[in-house]
C-alpha cells in the first residue's frame, strides 16, 4: 500500500518551476528521504505534501485519499521544520504535548507519550524549562519530540538535525531510525546530506533543477546511478566521471569509485600510467589526487602516505566496478568496451 504519492506534481511561481513534474510513490511504513543540493525543490516539494504550498498542477495522495485541495489539518500528518518555532511562554513539557492537548487526548495518555519522547530524545530533565533556557541544539530535539508524538501515520522532517552538532547528529540518526521502524510510520526527510540519506533510508528521492534524478534504494543510488549528477552527488569522494578516448570512445564518459581503483608501482603491468598530484593523509586510509592526461583522479586507499607529488603510478580497477555515461545526456548506458579490458584488475 502507497502511504504517500506523487503524481506529475509542479509549484510554479510564474515563469520558475520550482517543482517540476515530481512523481514518485513512498509505500506505508518506509523512510524516503528528498536528497539533493540546496535550491533543488526538496523542501518545496515537502511542502506540497503537507499542504503549506498549493499545487500548480498535479495531485497529491496520503494512503488513497487525494488531499491536493485539503487543508494540512486534515491529512493526518506531523512535521518538524527546520526552525524551531517553538512556543516561547510554554515549557518543554507543554511544547511537546501542545498537538496532543488541542486533540483532546486523555492526560494519561499524553504523559505516557511525553515520558517515551523526552527518554528518547534525552530531554527527561528539561521538561520544566522555557525555550530560551535551551540551546539550539535542545530547542530542535523539543521540535522533534512535538512532531514524533504525535505518532501520526506520516511524519514530514525538513532537515531537523541542520543545528546540531556531529557527534548528536550520528546518535539522532540512529535514534530517528529506531523509532520509525518501531512505529512503523512513514517518515520523508528532507536533506542535502547524502549520509543521512545513505544511513537512514529506504528509498532515496534524488532531486536536481526541481526534477527526479533518481529514486531508488541507497544501494541503487551508489552501485548503478542512472546519471552522472547522481554518480558524483553519492559517495565521498565523488566518483570520478572522465573522457579518455584511450577507455571509452567518443562520446562516452567513463565513471569509477575512488575506493575501487587500486594503485600499483610504475613498473608493474596492466593499468593506465597516472601521476600523483597530492595526498590527503586520513589516517585509516589516504585520498590520492592524481592526473591521467589531462584528467584529474581520486583514489582512496589505504596506507599510501609516503606517496608524494609527482609520484608515477598506475591505476587499475575490476571491470564490474566500471560506469559508463552518455558524453551529451549524462545518462547511464550499458555497453561493453573491450578497450577497457586492458586497464582492469
Not at 494519561?108 to 507519550?113: G, N, P, W
Not at 515520558?115 to 530524545?121: G, P
Request: aromatic share 4%; proline share 5%.
Amino acid at each position: 500500500m502507497s502511504a504517500i504519492g506523487l503524481r506529475g506534481v509542479v509549484k510554479a511561481w510564474g515563469a520558475t518551476r520550482a517543482v517540476d513534474g515530481v512523481s514518485f510513490e513512498a509505500s506505508a511504513g518506509r523512510f524516503v528521504v528528498l536528497l539533493g543540493p540546496s535550491g533543488c525543490g526538496k523542501s518545496t516539494t515537502l511542502r506540497l505534501i503537507a499542504g503549506l504550498e498549493q499545487v500548480s498542477a498535479g495531485r497529491v495522495f496520503i494512503g488513497d485519499t487525494d488531499v491536493t485541495d485539503m487543508p494540512p489539518a486534515k491529512r493526518q500528518i506531523s512535521m518538524v521544520f527546520q526552525s524551531y518555532a517553538l512556543f516561547p511562554h510554554l515549557s518543554v513539557a507543554e511544547n511537546i504535548v501542545f498537538g496532543l492537548k488541542v486533540r483532546r487526548l486523555p492526560a494519561a495518555e499524553r504523559h505516557t507519550r511525553l515520558a517515551r519522547v523526552a527518554a528518547l530524545l534525552g530531554l527527561d530533565q528539561l521538561l520544566g524549562r522555557k525555550p530560551s533556557q535551551l540551546s539550539g541544539g535542545q530547542q530542535q530535539r523539543v521540535a522533534l519530540g512535538r512532531a514524533l508524538i504525535a505518532e501520526t501515520p506520516v511524519c514530514l522532517m525538513d532537515e531537523p538535525l541542520s543545528n546540531l552538532d556531529a557527534q548528536l547528529r550520528q546518535e539522532m540518526r540512529r535514534e530517528i531510525r529506531a523509532l520509525q521502524q518501531q512505529l512503523g510510520i512513514t517518515m520523508v526527510y528532507v536533506t542535502h546530506d547524502q549520509v543521512e540519506a545513505m544511513t537512514m533510508a529506504d528509498q532515496v528521492v534524488l532531486l536536481r533543477d526541481g526534477r527526479v534524478e533518481q529514486d531508488g534504494t541507497p544501494e541503487e543510488l551508489y552501485s548503478r546511478p542512472a546519471t552522472v549528477f547522481a554518480a558524483r552527488f553519492i559517495g565521498t569522494p565523488p566518483m570520478n566521471v572522465v573522457s579518455i578516448p584511450a577507455l571509452t570512445g567518443n562520446g562516452t564518459l567513463l565513471g569509477v569509485r575512488p575506493e575501487d581503483i587500486r594503485i600499483a608501482a610504475c613498473g608493474a603491468g596492466g593499468g593506465v600510467a597516472g601521476v600523483v598530484e597530492n595526498v590527503e593523509y586520513l589516517g585509516a586510509d589516504s585520498i590520492v589526487s592524481c592526473r591521467i592526461g589531462a584528467e584529474a583522479m581520486t583514489v582512496r586507499a589505504s596506507r599510501v602516505a609516503h606517496l608524494s607529488p609527482g609520484t608515477a603510478l598506475r591505476l587499475s580497477w575490476p571491470a564490474e566496478a566500471t560506469h559508463y555515461f552518455d558524453a551529451q545526456s549524462g545518462k547511464r548506458v550499458e555497453r561493453a568496451a573491450p578497450a577497457v579490458a586492458q586497464f582492469v584488475a
